[in-house]
């Protein structure tokens, strides 16, 4: 009877044994799942965050030059923008208003900017002294003038937030091409980063 006894008592030690076994093994299973699933979800948002900051490929971007609508990147070495020029007027009296050359003209064009720093900016930040330049086929070089606050000049009046796009106005006052041809010009610092250009012509203006 003792040995029974003993027997009995090692039988339902060991089944013990076995029952936290399992149990010990389905919650290793159980925190593995957890821990993967987890991790799946933090990959499919970084991929969500680096689709929505790369909208254009950066190895092809600026490569040659665009045309109205392309979207350029463009670095200052302070910010990290997208610039799409979408359509360009030209005119030699606005409101009263004239170039101050008989050979020059206005060019406005309109355009949309993409934040895709960290920070947020303001559109003066991204105009004065970024190394945005229009260019006619003579080789004359004009810089932007919406610091002279045209009434018939849009402005961005807010700051230009991280991952927001925004529309606004370019205002250069430059000699008339004589091919009818402009390039608009916009320099990135980083020796790595190609110089955003587009050409467009006077048949575009709208």
Not at 18 to 46: M, P, Q, R, V, Y
Not at 89 to 112: A, C, H, K, Q
Request: include cysteine.
């Amino acid at each position: 009877m003792e040995v029974d006894s003993v027997g009995k008592y090692f039988l339902v030690i060991f089944s013990s044994l076995l029952i936290l076994s399992a149990c010990g093994t389905s919650n290793e299973t159980s925190e593995d799942e957890e821990t993967n699933i987890n991790e799946a979800i933090e990959n499919e948002e970084n991929n969500e965050e680096s689709e929505s900051s790369e909208d254009i490929d950066r190895d092809k971007v600026n490569s040659e030059a665009m045309k109205l609508g392309d979207t350029g990147f463009i670095d200052d070495g302070i910010n990290q923008y997208e610039i799409t020029p979408t359509s360009v007027e030209m005119f030699t009296e606005r409101d009263g208003i004239i170039p101050n050359n008989d050979d020059e003209v206005f060019v406005l064009i309109d355009y949309t900017v993409k934040n895709i720093s960290e920070e947020g900016f303001e559109e003066e930040d991204i105009l004065i002294g970024a190394g945005l330049l229009l260019k006619n086929s003579q080789g004359n070089i004009a810089t932007e003038i919406t610091y002279y606050d045209y009434d018939f000049v849009d402005k961005i009046t807010e700051t230009i937030e991280p991952e927001k796009s925004y529309d606004s106005q370019l205002l250069f006052e430059v000699p008339v091409s004589e091919s009818s041809e402009y390039t608009l010009h916009y320099e990135s610092y980083p020796a790595d980063v190609e110089d955003a250009e587009w050409v467009f012509t006077e048949d575009e203006a709208k």
